[in-house]
């Protein structure tokens, strides 16, 4: 996770006396010894590290029973969340965490995923329940226990990152480079290895608000998917250098008339959007940008699928390609050359 915020490092090369852990030392008697035998079993974590130590995610495989947990997990390949602290100051860091667990659950086919936390940390708590956590039981020592499984509740956020294929519409969404790598940060190109993903709440967060004026937008529905294609670059060629990035998930689609007052509009753009509250409100001024698209940021295609492969392959038409529809067959091509792993898929 080289030029990111967020690095996946051996324990060794963090200091467990760091006051980032405090608070774990306080919870959990003998964190500093297992800590320091994660050190040397060279193990590793997930770490936010912008000049201090913000977050700390550590995962771990597990497939025996335990009886320590009521009511008792019988014997099962699970992904435990084994440590997960994030001290972020107002910004929605947590969701990019769950992200991060949640595609390394369904990319290596973990039949349930689990997390122990005290009644105390209710805002993390929320976080789980809100992306398909549910509360299964206790631990001893007083802890709750959280369960995730890959059963389909037919929910975008219980379902996420997977998604479905039936009973919704396919689009292509081009977006601008400058805009494409902040709201889309995993979906960066190699040609972009610079840029560094800030700790801001666009960036960080699997909602996004993206607003645009392009004809055609105002028949998207809730529930429709979006191929997320970043156009050229400038100065190059289209053909090589527009290319298929990310699929998401249509929440809603709102138009800028539905708000009442600027505060409304703001507000509901929230955290998810790029744009500063100034710009907004120029916006909410004019009315050129009068389409506001809320998604949920599902997959970062791993093999990143160029203009010309597309128009090869029949997937795109000749000519603009700022917003088009597609077919179902389009769409699940597309998945296919992009080489989305088949288990994001709900069938």
């Not at 590793?44 to 913000?54: A, D, F, G, H, S």
């Not at 025996?64 to 997990?73: G, V």
Request: net charge neutral; proline share 3%; hydrophobic share 35%.
């Amino acid at each position: 996770m080289k030029n990111d915020v967020i690095e996946y490092v051996e324990f060794s090369k963090l200091d467990v006396k760091d006051s980032f852990f405090s608070s774990l030392i306080e919870d959990y008697g003998g964190f500093e010894k297992w800590f320091e035998k994660k050190a040397a079993q060279r193990e590793k974590v997930y770490v936010l590290k912008e000049n201090e130590l913000q977050g700390f995610l550590y995962l771990k495989e597990e497939i025996e029973a335990d009886d320590t947990i009521t009511p008792k997990f019988e014997e099962k390949r699970r992904l435990k969340i084994g440590t997960f602290k994030i001290d972020a100051h107002g910004t929605v860091l947590g969701e990019r965490f769950i992200g991060l667990i949640l595609k390394r659950m369904v990319e290596e086919n973990y039949l349930e995923c689990y997390v122990t936390v005290f009644e105390k940390q209710k805002p993390l708590i929320r976080l789980f329940e809100k992306f398909g956590f549910y509360f299964w039981g206790t631990k001893a020592n007083g802890e709750l226990v959280y369960v995730k499984s890959l059963e389909t509740k037919e929910d975008f956020y219980l379902d996420f990152p997977r998604i479905k294929l039936e009973n919704n519409k396919k689009f292509l969404l081009g977006i601008f480079p400058k805009h494409h790598t902040k709201l889309f940060p995993l979906s960066k190109l190699e040609t972009e290895k610079n840029h560094k993903i800030e700790d801001l709440s666009f960036t960080n967060t699997v909602e996004k608000v993206y607003l645009t004026g392009m004809v055609g937008v105002d028949t998207i529905k809730s529930g429709d998917m979006l191929i997320i294609y970043r156009t050229a670059e400038p100065g190059k060629s289209a053909r090589w250098s527009s290319v298929v990035t990310s699929v998401c998930t249509v929440i809603e689609r709102k138009h800028i008339r539905d708000f009442s007052t600027v505060e409304d509009f703001i507000k509901y753009c929230g955290k998810g959007t790029i744009f500063s509250r100034g710009e907004l409100e120029s916006f909410w001024r004019r009315k050129n940008y009068p389409h506001i698209i809320k998604m949920l940021y599902n997959i970062a295609v791993p093999k990143r699928i160029v203009r010309h492969d597309l128009l090869e392959k029949g997937l795109i038409n000749e000519g603009y390609a700022g917003f088009m529809p597609l077919t179902n067959l389009q769409f699940e091509k597309t998945l296919e050359l992009g080489e989305v792993n088949e288990s994001f898929i709900i069938n």
